[in-house]
């Protein structure tokens, strides 16, 4: 089985702090973890993932995500916060499902930055 | 532009009522698939089809059906809609293969009433 915990529902930030929005995972095997934002009434968009390597990946729009192995944790974070930053992410692992190539997603972190 | 279309962006329909969501990609992505969101639950995947031609229920498959009749198109049916399938509807593409990300439509708001 396979799953992802996003422990907090509303992070704010103000400007040009930096932002930290949390994710943990349980995953049989190699994991295999993904980010997502979701803008208002738009689909999701692709931030970036973790497959193997460097446990710092770095993404779109400034973003990065650290891995840790001993944490099971995918934490993203970005140095300095921008209002334009505030949407809706969401944390992701690959499922293990044989066949299925789909992702399982946390139940995501509504991100705030205030002016 | 490239991407992933859905129609209708939003419908409200009887209970009973039959209905499919439309799904159309132009990036030639073999695999594609349909995810629900619901406050509070995130996405989880309906169906999914790796390849045209090819179909497999995901998490939550019961009370809808989909077809892969080519690679552009992954209708997703409603056979007979009940209340608790009100939700946000999205469908996503992707190159095969497991490690590559997926891209989404813009989805598809339905409530049922």
């Known amino acids: 089985a396979q799953s992802v915990a996003q422990p907090e529902d509303q992070v704010n930030v103000a400007e040009g702090n930096p932002l930290t929005v949390k994710c943990t995972y349980s995953?049989?095997?190699?994991?295999?973890l993904f980010w997502y934002v979701q803008y208002p009434n738009r689909g999701l968009q692709f931030l970036l993932k973790y497959i193997t390597g460097d446990n710092l990946v770095k993404g779109s729009y400034g973003f990065e995500a650290e891995f840790n192995k001993s944490q099971t944790s995918f934490h993203l974070k970005k140095p300095s916060a921008l209002v334009s930053d505030s949407a809706l992410y969401f944390c992701a692992v690959r499922g293990s499902q044989t066949g299925a190539n789909n992702l399982f997603f946390g139940t995501g972190t509504r991100l705030t930055v205030i002016p | 532009i490239a991407g992933i279309t859905q129609a209708p962006t939003s419908q409200i329909l009887a209970a009973g009522r039959r209905m499919t969501l439309r799904c159309t990609q132009d990036?030639?992505?073999?695999?594609m698939y349909w995810y629900r969101q619901d406050l509070g639950l995130g996405l989880r995947l309906i169906h999914y089809?790796?390849?045209?031609?090819?179909?497999g229920k995901g998490e939550v498959p019961d009370g809808y059906s989909v077809s892969r009749a080519n690679t552009d198109d992954f209708p997703l049916t409603l056979a007979s809609a009940v209340p608790s399938q009100t939700s946000v509807y999205f469908c996503?593409?992707?190159?095969?293969?497991?490690?590559?990300?997926?891209?989404f439509g813009p989805g598809t708001r339905l409530t049922v009433l």
């Open positions: 996503a593409s992707s190159p095969t293969g497991a490690l590559n990300e997926q891209f």
């Open positions: 990036m030639r992505h073999n695999a």
């Open positions: 995953v049989s095997g190699n994991p295999y």
């Open positions: 089809s790796n390849t045209a031609g090819t179909t």
